[in-house]
C-alpha cells in the first residue's frame, strides 16, 4: 500500500511537469538527419563547388596617412579576389573539400592562424542546365573572404550562386594605422559592391566568371556583415549624408566618388544585413530620408547587446527608419557583435584579443550559424525564389520565440520533428523547446514600427 503512495505521487509529481519529463526520460533524436539546426539550417540538396577569380577594380581613390592630415587622395587600380559557392556537378572528380585558411594578426599580438573544413570541392564542374540566383557577400572591418564560408556553402547548396568579396582592409597596426585603414572602409564597401557586382553580371554574359553558366542575372541578393552591411544599405539605395562624421572626415575627392557611386541603387532584389554599421547616433551614416530610398526586402539580424554599432539606438534606428521596404529584424538576445562567423578552433594560448574578435561571450557560434542558415534560407528563397510558403519562417505568432507554445501529452516523443504548419503557436522550422533566446519583428512598406 506504501509503494501505491509513492508510485502515485511520483506520478503527480510528473503530470505536473510531463512534456520535460518525458524529454528527460528520452532524449530526442531527428531520425535520419540528427543534430539542433533548425529546418532550413540543414545543407541542401546540391553538391557544392568553389572557385576564385581576381577583379580589377579602375580608378579608385584611396587615403594615406599623409591624405588623411591633408585631405589629399591617391587615384589608382584596385585589385580584389572574390570567392564563389556554387552546385556542381554531384559526380565531378577533385582532390578532395576545400579547407579555408587565414591568419588572423592581431595588434601587439603574435599572428592566429586559423582552419576551416569546407563541404565545397575545388574547382568542381558547375551543375548543367539550371539558372539560380546570384548572391553577394561582404564581410566586416578587417574580414576576409572565407569568415562566413559555413553560410556561403549552404546557401549554395540551397541553389544558388555565391560571391564572397575580400576587401582586403589594410592591416592594423596602432592608432594611426586604424584610422587610415577605416576612413579606406568607408569609402571602399559600397564601391567595391556595386564594381564587383557589376562585372560579375558581365562576366555571366561572356562566360569570364566562375559558374557563369549558372548565374540568374536578374535576381540578386545582397548580404553584408558590420561595415559590409553599411555598405549594402547604401548599396541598395540610401545615399550617405556627408554633413556628419565620420563621413564628414573623408577627403572631399573621397566623398565626391562615393557620392557618385551610390546615386543609383545595385540591381539587387533582396538586402540582408549582421549588425549594420552608421546607425549609431555619434556616427549616423543616413538621414532619415535616405534609408526610406531603399525599397527592397530587407532582413537584419542583430544582437541584442551590441556595443559595437549599438542595437538600441543604431541598428533599431535602421529597421524603424527604412520605411520604403517591407523588413524584418532577428534578434539574438545577449548577443554582442559577432552574431555570423564561422566556428573556428583557435589555439589554447590564442590571445584574448583574437578570441573576442571571433567569438560571442554567451551564444556558441555553431548554434548562431545554424540559426542563421535557416534564417537567410527562408527569406531568400521568399524573395528571390518567389516561395511564399517561406513566408511562415519569418511571420511568426510571437516575436518572443521563448513563448512558443507546442502542446504534447505525457510520453509523447517528437524526435527532434520541426514544427510547421500545423503548430500555428510555435516558431516555424524550430525544434520543441528550441526556439529560444530570439525576437524576430515585422514591418510593412510605410510604417516606421513592427506589426507586433
Known sequence: MKKRHILSGILAALMVGAATAAYIASPTLYSGNPGEAPELGRTGDHAIGTATRNFHLPDRTSISGIGALTGSVERGDRQLMVRFWYPSDPNAETTGPARYSHTLTPTSQPDVEIVSQGIALPDAEPLSGGKFPLIIMSHGFNGWDTQFSNLGEHIASRGYVVASINHADAPIDGVTDFLVSFLNVLTDRTQDQQQILAQIIAGAGDGTVPAASLIDTETIGLLGYSMGGYGALASAGAPYDFAKDPLSNLPAAAQEQLRAATQQPAPIKALVTFAPWGGQPDNRAWSAESLAKINVPTLIVAGSEDDVVNYKDGVRW???????????????????????????????????????????????????????????????????????????????????????????????????????????????????????????????????????
Open 318 to 452: 535602421l529597421f524603424d527608419n527604412l520605411t520604403g521596404a517591407d523588413r524584418h529584424l532577428l534578434v539574438f538576445r545577449e548577443a554582442r557583435h559577432n552574431i555570423v562567423g564561422n566556428k573556428f578552433e583557435l589555439p589554447a594560448d590564442s590571445s584574448f584579443t583574437a578570441i573576442e574578435y571571433l567569438n560571442e561571450p554567451v551564444w556558441r557560434s555553431d548554434r548562431l550559424n545554424a540559426i542563421n542558415r535557416h534564417f537567410v534560407t527562408a527569406f531568400f528563397d521568399w524573395k528571390l525564389k518567389g516561395e511564399e510558403a517561406k513566408s511562415a519562417y519569418l511571420n511568426v505568432p510571437t516575436s518572443d520565440s521563448n513563448a512558443s507554445e507546442w502542446q504534447v501529452g505525457f510520453g509523447d516523443q517528437l524526435n527532434g520533428e520541426f514544427a510547421g504548419a500545423d503548430e500555428t503557436d510555435h516558431w516555424r522550422g524550430f525544434q520543441r523547446r528550441w526556439a529560444v533566446g530570439l525576437e524576430l519583428y515585422s514591418a510593412n512598406k510605410g510604417s516606421q514600427k513592427d506589426s507586433k
